[in-house]
């Protein structure tokens, strides 16, 4: 008796998944051998046996020896994933010039289960580059190189418990004036198995990801593609395409459910006002009213004095916060080494809410030193709970944002 798999309800199969748990059983007490498992359990007694499937493809024989009989063996067949399979689940709207998509991963052969093993992805290097993405790199702004989520995450009970997000952000006009042409990039990205736990895996697949980007008419458009799945979105913000975006804004308590996940819904709630006029004016509309309505947590600034010396600016400092439509400014004033200063302000009010497109931000401006010191995040606020440094000759600054319903 073993798990489901999708393709195959019996309970008696004898192709099974690496890690895949099975109990044998007997009508009386006896040994039990098996010729590999995983977790080094390949020897039991009684009438029951529990046995996990080694974390390789393989033939193993389970032995049951019984006093005064002959004994019975089992031939078990054990597999590997061999594919993933994506399936576009969202459109995921990023800050311009950017787009993003998350797709739902199958993993196969689905005549087993892969409940007991687990899925990563590997790090790399970019691979072909061309166009805008070689002169973002030749101009220091990043190395375009893969950097996934380091932990490895279960593949679920029906092999399908992967969630994945494509994505790229933030890509700036370039050269002088500033503007956008065609490029691409991609990566060749490693993937990989392990039973639960166990070991630094196999590699199993290998899938392509590509950001293309278009130039003239279009300029700045991005497009990911990624096993067979692809999303589109324009400079301004609007995503192409049918899937549905990441949230229900079909009425104001779906809304309300939407700006409470997690801290940065209520930021994450701009970036997709553009695609929600284009394809839901209705749902638009609703999350104005709402934002509108509300009583948003406030964004609160943490300004850290980083220097190692025992101040950092005069009474003079100031720290300015920057929307699409108006600013909020607070005096800093003297901050000794090593403390930090909290300052409440009122996001939305910062925002021309029937004029945010994928290019609005928040700008974050010091005057300290004689010197202006400027950052800035695009929605959603890139930034979010961690630290942007600001160097100002002598002095060194770190500013933390985040939404809460207290500084903190």
Not at 155 to 171: I, L, P, Q, W
């Amino acid at each position: 008796m073993q798990q489901v798999a999708p393709a195959d309800p019996s309970p008696a199969r004898t192709t099974v998944g690496v890690g895949e748990r099975v109990q044998f059983s007997s009508d009386g007490d006896g040994t039990w051998t098996a010729t590999a498992a995983s977790g080094g359990t390949t020897r039991g007694a009684g009438r029951t046996f529990t046995w996990a499937a080694p974390d390789r493809a393989a033939s193993v024989a389970i032995t049951h020896e019984r006093a005064g009989t002959t004994p019975s063996t089992i031939a078990m067949t054990v597999v590997a994933p061999d594919r993933i399979e994506f399936r576009k689940t969202s459109e995921v709207p990023q800050a311009a010039a950017g787009v993003g998509m998350v797709t739902n991963l199958h993993f196969f052969p689905d005549t087993v289960s892969f409940a007991r093993a687990e899925w990563q992805e590997q790090p790399g290097p970019v691979g072909a580059k061309s166009g805008y993405f070689e002169q973002y790199v030749a101009a220091g702004l990043g190395d375009l190189a893969h950097h996934p989520a380091a932990g490895w995450i279960p593949m679920g009970a029906h092999n399908t418990g992967v969630d994945d997000s494509a994505y790229t952000r933030e890509k700036p006009p370039l050269g002088t004036p500033g503007h956008y042409s065609e490029g691409m990039y991609q990566w060749q990205i490693p993937n990989k198995y392990r039973v639960a736990g166990e070991g630094e895996g196999y590699v199993f697949a290998n899938v392509e990801q590509t950001f293309t980007m278009d130039g003239g008419g279009q300029a700045g458009r991005l497009t990911v593609s990624k096993g067979g799945q692809q999303a589109s979105q324009s400079v301004p913000g609007v995503m192409e395409g049918g899937a549905p975006l990441l949230g229900d804004f079909s009425t104001d308590d779906a809304v309300l459910a939407f700006l409470d996940t997690g801290n940065d819904g209520l930021a994450r709630s701009l970036l997709l006002l553009p695609t929600l006029r284009a394809r839901d004016p209705a749902g638009a509309a609703r999350l104005v009213s709402v934002l509108r309505r509300i009583t948003a947590p406030p964004l609160y600034v943490g300004l850290t004095c980083a220097n190692p010396y025992s101040w950092f600016m005069g009474d003079d400092g100031r720290l300015t916060v920057q929307g699409n439509a108006a600013a909020h400014q607070e005096t800093v004033g003297s901050i000794h080494s090593g403390t930090t200063r909290s300052y409440s302000v009122p996001f939305l009010d910062l925002f021309d809410l029937d004029s945010v497109d994928a290019g609005t931000g928040v700008t974050f401006t010091l005057n300290v030193e004689g010197r202006v010191l400027r950052q800035r995040m695009a929605l959603p606020l890139t930034g979010l709970g961690r630290d942007t440094a600001f160097d100002g000759g002598a002095g060194h600054y770190l500013i933390r944002s985040f939404f809460s319903t207290r500084a903190s």
